[in-house]
Nanobody
Framework: QVQLVESGGGLVQPGGSLRLSCAASGVIFSIYGWYRQTPGKEREWVAAITRGGRTTYPDSVKGRFTISRDSAKNMVYLQMISLKPEDTAVYYC??????????WGQGTQVTVSS
Protein backbone atom coordinates (compact mmCIF):
# COMPACT_ATOMS: atom_id res chain seq x y z
CA GLN A 1 0.00 0.00 0.00
CA VAL A 2 1.35 3.38 -1.02
CA GLN A 3 1.37 5.93 1.76
CA LEU A 4 2.61 9.47 2.25
CA VAL A 5 2.18 10.72 5.80
CA GLU A 6 3.00 14.32 6.69
CA SER A 7 3.80 15.70 10.12
CA GLY A 8 5.28 18.80 11.68
CA GLY A 9 2.70 21.45 10.95
CA GLY A 10 1.53 23.91 13.55
CA LEU A 11 1.32 27.53 14.61
CA VAL A 12 4.40 29.72 14.27
CA GLN A 13 5.02 33.44 14.57
CA PRO A 14 6.05 35.53 11.56
CA GLY A 15 9.77 35.20 11.01
CA GLY A 16 9.81 31.79 12.64
CA SER A 17 10.81 28.40 11.33
CA LEU A 18 9.14 25.04 10.91
CA ARG A 19 10.14 21.68 9.49
CA LEU A 20 7.65 19.40 7.82
CA SER A 21 8.27 15.69 7.42
CA CYS A 22 6.82 13.17 5.00
CA ALA A 23 7.14 9.42 5.50
CA ALA A 24 6.86 7.55 2.21
CA SER A 25 6.25 3.86 1.71
CA GLY A 26 4.93 1.33 -0.75
CA VAL A 27 6.60 2.20 -4.05
CA ILE A 28 9.80 3.59 -5.57
CA PHE A 29 9.36 7.28 -6.22
CA SER A 30 11.12 9.25 -8.92
CA ILE A 31 10.36 12.69 -7.58
CA TYR A 32 9.09 14.17 -4.34
CA GLY A 33 7.50 17.54 -3.79
CA TRP A 34 5.62 19.78 -1.45
CA TYR A 35 2.52 21.75 -2.34
CA ARG A 36 0.27 24.03 -0.36
CA GLN A 37 -3.34 25.13 -0.59
CA THR A 38 -5.53 27.76 1.00
CA PRO A 39 -9.34 27.81 0.87
CA GLY A 40 -10.66 28.92 -2.49
CA LYS A 41 -7.29 28.71 -4.22
CA GLU A 42 -5.59 26.12 -6.38
CA ARG A 43 -2.91 23.91 -4.95
CA GLU A 44 0.46 25.63 -5.31
CA TRP A 45 3.78 23.90 -5.83
CA VAL A 46 6.49 25.01 -3.36
CA ALA A 47 9.39 22.56 -3.71
CA ALA A 48 10.58 19.44 -5.53
CA ILE A 49 13.51 17.04 -5.33
CA THR A 50 14.46 14.32 -7.80
CA ARG A 51 15.96 10.93 -7.02
CA GLY A 52 19.26 12.45 -8.08
CA GLY A 53 18.89 15.16 -5.47
CA ARG A 54 18.20 18.10 -7.75
CA THR A 55 15.96 20.65 -6.06
CA THR A 56 13.72 23.33 -7.51
CA TYR A 57 11.55 26.06 -5.99
CA PRO A 58 9.23 28.82 -7.16
CA ASP A 59 10.40 32.38 -6.59
CA SER A 60 7.85 32.86 -3.81
CA VAL A 61 9.77 30.55 -1.45
CA LYS A 62 13.28 30.44 -2.92
CA GLY A 63 15.85 31.15 -0.24
CA ARG A 64 13.37 30.45 2.56
CA PHE A 65 12.29 26.85 1.94
CA THR A 66 14.60 23.86 1.58
CA ILE A 67 13.51 20.38 0.53
CA SER A 68 15.65 17.41 1.45
CA ARG A 69 15.43 13.66 1.41
CA ASP A 70 16.72 10.79 3.53
CA SER A 71 16.60 7.83 1.17
CA ALA A 72 17.57 5.32 3.84
CA LYS A 73 14.57 6.31 5.94
CA ASN A 74 12.23 7.04 3.02
CA MET A 75 11.67 10.50 4.44
CA VAL A 76 11.27 13.87 2.76
CA TYR A 77 11.53 17.15 4.63
CA LEU A 78 10.62 20.76 4.05
CA GLN A 79 12.56 23.22 6.15
CA MET A 80 10.87 26.61 6.21
CA ILE A 81 12.46 29.76 7.61
CA SER A 82 11.49 33.44 7.68
CA LEU A 83 7.86 32.41 7.55
CA LYS A 84 5.26 34.97 6.54
CA PRO A 85 1.51 35.10 7.19
CA GLU A 86 0.96 34.40 3.48
CA ASP A 87 2.70 31.03 3.96
CA THR A 88 -0.33 29.92 5.96
CA ALA A 89 -1.86 26.91 4.19
CA VAL A 90 -2.36 23.20 4.28
CA TYR A 91 0.88 21.63 3.08
CA TYR A 92 0.80 18.40 1.11
CA CYS A 93 3.54 15.92 0.39
CA UNK A 94 3.55 14.73 -3.20
CA UNK A 95 5.39 11.90 -4.92
CA UNK A 96 5.48 10.51 -8.41
CA UNK A 97 6.43 6.92 -9.11
CA UNK A 98 8.47 5.57 -12.01
CA UNK A 99 5.26 5.17 -14.03
CA UNK A 100 4.41 8.89 -13.55
CA UNK A 101 1.54 8.16 -11.18
CA UNK A 102 0.96 10.83 -8.55
CA UNK A 103 0.43 10.26 -4.85
CA TRP A 104 -0.59 12.71 -2.13
CA GLY A 105 -0.48 12.84 1.63
CA GLN A 106 -3.39 13.93 3.77
CA GLY A 107 -1.96 17.38 4.44
CA THR A 108 -0.71 19.24 7.49
CA GLN A 109 -1.81 22.72 8.55
CA VAL A 110 0.77 25.49 8.84
CA THR A 111 -0.41 28.74 10.38
CA VAL A 112 1.84 31.79 10.54
CA SER A 113 0.38 34.34 12.90
CA SER A 114 1.28 36.49 15.87
Amino acid sequence: QVQLVESGGGLVQPGGSLRLSCAASGVIFSIYGWYRQTPGKEREWVAAITRGGRTTYPDSVKGRFTISRDSAKNMVYLQMISLKPEDTAVYYCHAQDLGYKDYWGQGTQVTVSS
